[in-house]
């Protein structure tokens, strides 16, 4: 008579138990993400920028502003840095059009991190082709 040799599968159910027990205690830990508030709306009937607000904007053409002020690409670190050195408040809003790549975006939350902004909101825009101009 021949044995036959069957695989004992209750140590490998064992194995994977404690295998999946890990990844569910491990993975509330890893998430990362990004604190979001989302702002309380009031009617705004000014359309201006309100007082000791700081909103950078980027257009179509890559164009950047920082309050309705032209600005370089290149000098927007120095500028944010001499504006926020001051400031108390350092938040800034982020005004882009919403057909630019993200990537823009990001590259402009860096440089505005870079310069110590603490606090950053994100606001899309479309903008007409009057204003991109």
Do not use: W
């Not at 036959?4 to 999946?20: F, G, Q, R």
């Not at 809003?93 to 919403?98: G, L, M």
Request: glycine fraction near 6%; include cysteine; hydrophobic fraction near 45%.
């Amino acid at each position: 008579m021949a044995t036959k040799a069957e695989p004992n599968v209750v140590p490998l159910c064992d194995v994977l138990l404690v295998l999946l027990i890990i990844f569910m205690v491990i993975t509330p830990i890893v998430q990362r993400g990004i604190d979001v508030k989302l702002p309380e709306t009031q009617a705004d009937t000014s359309g201006g920028i309100p007082a000791g607000l700081i909103v950078l904007t980027l257009k179509r053409d890559l164009s950047v502003e920082i309050n309705q002020e032209k600005i370089e690409l290149r000098q927007l670190q120095d500028r944010l840095q001499s504006i926020y050195s001051a400031r108390q408040d350092k938040t800034i809003f982020i005004r882009a059009d919403a057909k630019l790549p993200y990537s823009r975006v990001i590259e402009l939350i860096d440089i505005a991190k870079g310069a110590g902004v603490e606090v950053l909101g994100i606001i899309p825009e479309f903008f007409t082709e009057e204003e991109t101009i």
